[in-house]
């Protein structure tokens, strides 16, 4: 019977932590779509080095402001020739025209508030225009928001799933031992006396299921996520070593808690003589 | 010590398991709780032991209302009790020594008032010699006397037994109502339920019968005739 549980257990714990490492992935993409959803914010044609270093200055006071790199003139040139590759050589002889802007590209705390922050800069003198992607922005945050509700549901739920199968494969486990409870009660143990064994049985087979799924996701996290990213190129995924602690604590509290619970929840009935 | 006052029981469908009885037993007393099935017997060892509280009257052990107990110090209360039952329950898988000693261990005792305590009542109820054999290995008398050494292994002041020797042959049951008359002079109180009337008849002692949950009967040295 306790083989029985402790497959349940492990089955559960590795599903969970599976879920668990896919909503830590989907948030980290979430945060890498946020951060490039800049603001750009264009200067009028006219402005000099000085004055463009000055607006740079004060950008970067702004509140909600994380960072920002300035992009003049020369630079935006010769980005734009790169982005062309071979055809670069189109823009030859124009080095001197004035017909790139200087830009500032300006990443922010709390994409959230991007508009205010439009607003604020656009009120520094020397800015013609500030483009914010408000589309995309929006897409992003609707798209995060969702991911990190389905996952909280989903956990939710994967967590009444588990602690409902595990309660009823040690509920056979308690049923083996009906008699012997019963003998107990009559003996005169208290149910806590009754209990406590039953409840770290539980915790161990917790703890071993943990041990167990733990290691096979340990090891097949990098190969997994290595496959993953030949299909997905365009977003990095989280190093196992920035999330294997927190999984860890989460998978072994989710185990062992898991558990705890279900030997008490099964055993509450026969305590009942 | 144990007083039934005006007690009643009533189960789920209005199945009457007690109708209003009342009675009382000193210490030291030895009691025969008679009665056909269905009459009302196992409610009444029920009710002693805190299984079910009564729908109305109440249930005294040693000044204690059980049926005011909360649920968490009954445990305490069978500490102070002893019950044997017919199909003695024992745990296959601990030897005659340790069945008897978990008793002890439940209740929290040392180690060592344990290794002392068990081998005296091994020795009283005559099994010394089968400390170290597992139930299976042992006749039903043999088993019967085990669960007699767990439940006087606490010294409780009352045993309760229901139809102790309703799985033994006459022979056996005379040497285990032996043991029980013995522990009886020692002092314990003890109410045994009971169908076999050679046994009611032999040992002469105070008999109360039910009938349909009704007390019908309660005298000193009575005998088993419980009618058709």
């Known amino acids: 019977m306790t083989i029985a549980s402790f497959i349940t257990v492990t089955c559960c714990l590795f599903l969970f932590g599976v879920f668990v490492i896919f909503s830590m992935n989907m948030n980290y993409i979430g945060k890498q779509l946020e951060q490039q959803c800049e603001l750009q914010a264009y200067m009028y044609l006219e402005t000099d080095e000085p004055q463009q270093r000055a607006v740079y200055e004060k950008v970067l006071q702004l509140d909600n402001v994380y960072d920002a790199t300035l992009e003049t003139e020369r630079q935006a040139f010769e980005n734009f020739k790169k982005q062309l590759g071979e055809d670069g050589d189109l823009l030859d002889g124009l080095e001197d025209k004035d017909f790139l802007r200087s830009s500032i590209k300006i990443t922010l705390h709390d994409i959230r508030k991007s508009n205010d922050t439009k607003k604020a800069v656009e009120k520094i003198s020397g800015i013609e225009k500030v483009e914010n992607y408000q589309d995309t922005v929006g897409k992003v945050l609707s798209l995060t928001g969702a991911v990190n509700k389905g996952s909280t549901v989903g956990m939710i739920v994967l967590m009444i799933i588990a602690v409902f199968i595990i309660q009823n494969t040690i509920k056979l486990s308690v049923f083996a031992r009906e008699k012997e409870i019963h003998i107990m009660k009559f003996v005169g143990a208290t149910d806590r006396f009754i209990r406590t064994p039953f409840v770290i049985e539980g915790i161990m087979i917790g703890a071993l299921g943990f041990i167990v799924s733990y290691a096979v996701i340990l090891f097949s996290y990098t190969p997994a996520i290595s496959t993953v990213k030949d299909l997905i190129k365009m977003f990095d995924f989280l190093p196992l070593q920035s999330c294997a602690l927190q999984l860890g604590v989460m998978m072994a509290l989710f185990g062992t808690m898991m558990g705890a619970i279900g030997s008490a929840v099964s055993i509450k009935r026969h305590l009942k003589v | ?212 949950g009704v007390l019908v009967r309660d005298e000193e040295n009575g005998v088993y005739n419980i009618g058709a």
């Open chain 2, 1 to 212: 010590m144990i007083e039934f006052k005006e007690v009643t029981v009533v189960y789920d469908k209005d199945i009457v398991g007690l109708d209003n009885v009342s009675f009382k037993i000193e210490e030291g007393e030895f009691v025969f709780l008679v009665g056909k099935t269905g009459a009302g017997k196992s409610s009444a060892i029920k009710l002693l032991t805190g299984e079910i509280k009564p729908t109305s009257g109440d249930v005294i052990v040693d000044g204690i209302v059980v049926n005011r107990l909360k649920r968490r110090k009954i445990p305490y209360l069978r500490r102070a009790q002893g019950v044997v039952f017919q199909d003695f329950r024992l745990l296959p898988n601990k030897t005659v020594y340790e069945n008897v000693a978990f008793a002890m261990e439940i209740t929290g005792k040392k180690k060592k008032d344990i290794q002392r305590k068990v081998p005296k009542i091994l020795s009283l109820v005559g099994l010394s010699e089968r400390a170290n054999n597992y139930p299976n290995e042992i006749s039903g008398g043999e088993q019967q006397r085990v669960s007699i050494a767990r439940a006087l292994v606490n010294s409780p002041s009352l045993i309760i037994a229901d139809e102790p020797t309703g799985n033994l042959d006459v022979e056996t049951s005379a040497e285990v109502m032996n043991l029980f008359e013995e522990i009886n002079k020692m002092g314990t109180t003890i109410v045994m339920v009971t169908h076999s009337e050679k046994i009611v008849n032999d040992m002469q002692k105070r008999v109360i019968q039910l009938e349909n």
